[in-house]
């Protein structure tokens, strides 16, 4: 079935003065009456806030004065848990919108006061304001809803009146200098490039290493063959013969023909108006890699290092590495000493007895 047209949406869009835009959201804008409000574009459209917050703060500042805009309280009446109302409220006081206040009563109790303010710069002194946000004029992005106010009477013009001619100025009264124009506002440049940016010149289709009578007549059959598994895949001679190199180049990397057909007549757009762009745009685009040799599938030999293994030492049971078993370093310090010692006194005692 088709889709139902809105035909009082399609008498609104018919009313707008002017070109409709090409591309673009736009407007229908219906005066409000009643249960309206104003929220500046600085807070709808503010770059560093996210958009719960942004949300958050729309509907803080749409409840009337005196209700508890805690983060249950919210919680109670938004899809949002508790989590992301508290991150946006963290970012609402980070920015000046939202802030806890402690106030103590008459009584000595103390209490905290949440206030709400819909534009915190107009509160900061002049010299403290950022020179990057100025006060934008009211534009039909802005969100409000407010009906018009009704054009004021033209000012009537104030009767002639015949001036003294000025008298020449001296040297003690020296005319003021005109004020500077205000610096123009930093522009951020744009992160996405317009539409009438050049694009890039698209890529070409693959071609196989060598076209061979085998490949071709191998990939003009599976061209051929599209229409009996997806009806509207059906290509004509000239465009089989514009993209048989493609699929050869496919088969040539060992592609199996069920694969190469899956992947060109999966979920295809609708309606399908131009088959052989789209499977132009998927032999391009989802080329697979070649197989890799096997040598390249190979575990590649690591360089024989030798491990000396661990020994234990006869004397003190200690573990130490050596390739033959006997004594720790210690050990061999300590017999060296002790047969010294012993070759001294056997010494000294042949002396004593030549003597």
Same mark, same amino acid.
């Given at each position: 079935?088709? $889709? ?13 003065? /002017?070109?409709?835009?090409?591309? /673009? ?37 749409? &409840? ?31 920015? /000046? ?14 209490? #905290?006061? $949440? ?5 915190? #710069?107009? &509160? ?9 946000? =100025? ?9 409000? #809803?407010?009906?018009?106010?009704? +054009? ?12 003294? %001619? ?28 317009? +539409?009438?940016?050049?694009? %890039? ?6 071609? =196989? ?52 057909? @899956? ?5 295809? +757009?609708? %309606? ?10 998927? &032999?391009? *685009?989802?080329?697979?890699?070649? &197989?890799?040799? *096997? ?42 000493? @002790? ?14 007895? *030549?003597?």
């Amino acid at each position: 079935m088709d $889709t139902q047209q809105n035909t009082a949406l399609t008498r609104a869009l018919a009313e707008i003065p /002017g070109p409709l835009p090409a591309r /673009g959201v736009i407007h229908i804008e219906i005066p409000h009456t009643t249960r309206f409000t104003v929220v500046g574009n600085h807070l709808a459209q503010h770059p560093d806030l996210s958009c719960t917050a942004v949300g958050i703060a729309v509907r803080i500042q749409s &409840l009337p004065q005196g209700t508890k805009v805690g983060i249950k309280a919210l919680a109670a009446h938004c899809r949002e848990g508790e989590k992301r109302i508290a991150t946006a409220l963290r970012e609402l006081e980070a920015f /000046g919108y939202l802030q806890r206040v402690r106030d103590r009563l008459p009584s000595g109790r103390i209490i #905290t006061r $949440t206030v709400f303010c819909n534009q915190p #710069t107009a &509160l900061l002194p002049h010299s403290r304001r950022s020179p990057a946000a =100025p006060q934008q004029p009211t534009t039909p992005a802005e969100v409000h #809803t407010q009906p018009p106010a009704p +054009p004021e009477p033209p000012a009537q013009p104030a009767p002639e009146t015949h001036a003294a %001619p000025p008298a020449p100025e001296t040297p003690a009264t020296l005319p003021t200098p005109p004020p500077l124009p205000p610096a123009p506002p930093v522009v951020p440049l744009p992160l996405v490039p317009p +539409p009438t940016a050049p694009k %890039p010149p698209p890529r070409p289709l693959p071609q =196989p290493t060598e076209l061979t009578p085998e490949l071709d007549r191998a990939a003009t059959a599976l061209l051929s063959d599209l229409r009996r598994h997806a009806p509207q895949f059906t290509l004509s001679e000239n465009e089989i013969h514009q993209l048989t190199p493609g699929v050869a180049a496919w088969l040539e990397r060992a592609a199996h023909p069920d694969t190469i057909r @899956h992947t060109l007549t999966t979920d295809p +757009p609708h %309606p399908l108006n131009h088959p052989a762009k789209l499977l132009k745009h998927r &032999l391009t *685009a989802l080329l697979l890699p070649p &197989l890799p040799d *096997a040598h390249d599938l190979t575990t590649p030999t690591r360089p024989h290092t030798t491990v000396t293994p661990f020994q234990t030492c006869d004397d003190c049971d200690r573990a130490f590495r050596s390739p033959t078993p006997g004594h720790c370093r210690d050990c061999r310090e300590h017999r060296g000493q @002790h047969e010294q010692h012993t070759y001294r006194e056997h010494r000294s005692e042949d002396a004593r007895i *030549a003597a």
